[in-house]
């Protein structure tokens, strides 16, 4: 397998260079950028697999750069900042990244994370199993762009983690999914304590079928069990 291509968007020398340090012990490859500039500079001319980046950078800052790099289908992202409060935490990962960590960090608990959501984003066959469209009270989920399609045909990109709760969801309708189950499906971790990952992401998808006037609630939550898929897949 091809050596993953990290790019840490880091303003800050020490910090950069710490995490340059630390991931190329793990055997990656690390490039460094100090602002979104960089970063697009970066992207133009390497395939970059995760994105370790700040909130607080020079010129246009992390959250919205994180929704430049949500467009790109393949590469994994993760908030490493000093902005510790809820409100910085869930916009994050409405936003769209894969992960949320704050400093100071844990060394291990960085790696641990990074290379589990790099097994999700570098393994070109991690998708090759999902039908390429899947169809469900008139609305599609659309493998090959990663997108759900509303009855109207307005199309909503969506992130990885997303993408991915809804397909689980959709093989299994009307079965009880828990948090559990969920945050390994869209993450490949375990479900932390305080964990809002899970709940962000439903929350972000239950929006897009608000959208359609009128809409079912498809996706309904079953206090303290999880959430259960109450649509209807067509065949």
Same mark, same amino acid.
């Given at each position: 397998?091809?050596?993953? !291509?990290?790019?840490?968007? $880091? ?38 697999? *995760? ?33 510790? !409060? ?7 990962? $409405? ?24 097994? =999700?984003?570098? !393994? ?11 169809? +469900? ?6 493998? @090959? %762009? =990663? %997108?759900?399609? %509303? ?17 689980? +969801? ?6 009880? *999914? ?16 305080? @964990? ?9 998808? =239950?929006?897009?079928? $608000? %959208? ?21 897949? @067509?065949?």
């Amino acid at each position: 397998m091809q050596t993953p !291509n990290i790019l840490i968007v $880091e303003d800050e020398v020490v910090t950069r260079t710490t995490l340059k340090s630390l991931f190329e012990a793990e055997g990656y490859n690390v490039y460094e950028a100090e602002d979104g500039e960089q970063m697009h500079d970066f992207f133009q001319n390497n395939n970059i697999n *995760l994105v370790i980046m700040d909130i607080n950078l020079p010129g246009k800052n992390g959250l919205i750069l994180a929704r430049e790099v949500r467009d790109r289908k393949n590469v994994g992202l993760i908030f490493l900042t000093g902005r510790d !409060n809820d409100v910085d935490r869930i916009l994050g990962l $409405e936003i769209g990244a894969d992960d949320y960590l704050t400093k100071p960090f844990n060394p291990r608990e960085l790696t641990i994370r990074a290379r589990n959501l790099l097994t =999700r984003t570098n !393994n070109n066959s991690d998708d090759d199993d999902l039908p390429s469209r899947v169809k +469900f009270n008139g609305w599609t989920l659309d493998g @090959d %762009s =990663r %997108s759900l399609i %509303s009855p109207a045909g307005n199309e909503f990109r969506l992130p990885r983690s997303e993408f991915r709760a809804l397909h689980l +969801f959709l093989s299994n309708p009307g079965k009880i *999914l828990t948090r559990e189950q969920l945050i390994m499906e869209m993450t490949g971790r375990e479900l932390r304590p305080n @964990d809002r990952t899970v709940d962000v992401t439903i929350r972000r998808i =239950r929006k897009h079928f $608000e %959208s359609e006037p009128g809409e079912i609630e498809l996706i309904v939550t079953i206090h303290g069990e999880g959430y259960r898929f109450c649509g209807s897949v @067509d065949a």
